[in-house]
């Protein structure tokens, strides 16, 4: 039998938002060496939008209703950097005008993670 989180990380990633799935497009077509990034990634007691491991890196999209979930999130985002975890949150406004951009602040983030590893790659 399956672990509750399992299956609920699978109904997310079944019902992703248009720009879960446009982020995560751009994701799998800039893969960085050894950062690969999960889909709705459980991590203690929430689900990360996009999670990389390998750098404790969390990407979260945050829709029109987030000025009503920014306490909430603020809370949640203390708790993961508690665990070791940064989180980088983005409209979907800003990936839809913006992707690269996007993109970029991701990658700088993964190369100040671990520089050794993505000094290697390029």
């Not at 079944?14 to 893969?31: C, I, S, Y």
């Not at 700088?108 to 993670?113: D, E, F, V």
């Amino acid at each position: 039998m399956l672990h509750p989180k399992t299956i609920r990380a699978r109904e997310l990633r079944r019902n992703q938002t248009p720009a879960e799935a446009a982020l995560w497009k751009l994701l799998r077509a800039h893969q960085l060496n050894g950062f690969g990034f999960r889909r709705q990634h459980p991590i203690d007691r929430f689900f990360a939008d996009f999670a990389c491991p390998a750098a404790k890196l969390i990407v979260e999209l945050d829709g029109a209703s987030h000025n009503e979930r920014m306490e909430q999130d603020s809370v949640r985002d203390a708790h993961l950097n508690q665990l070791g975890w940064t989180t980088l949150r983005f409209s979907n406004r800003e990936l839809s005008d913006h992707s690269e951009g996007v993109w970029l602040e991701i990658e700088r983030t993964l190369k100040s993670a671990n520089p050794q590893k993505i000094n290697n790659y390029v």
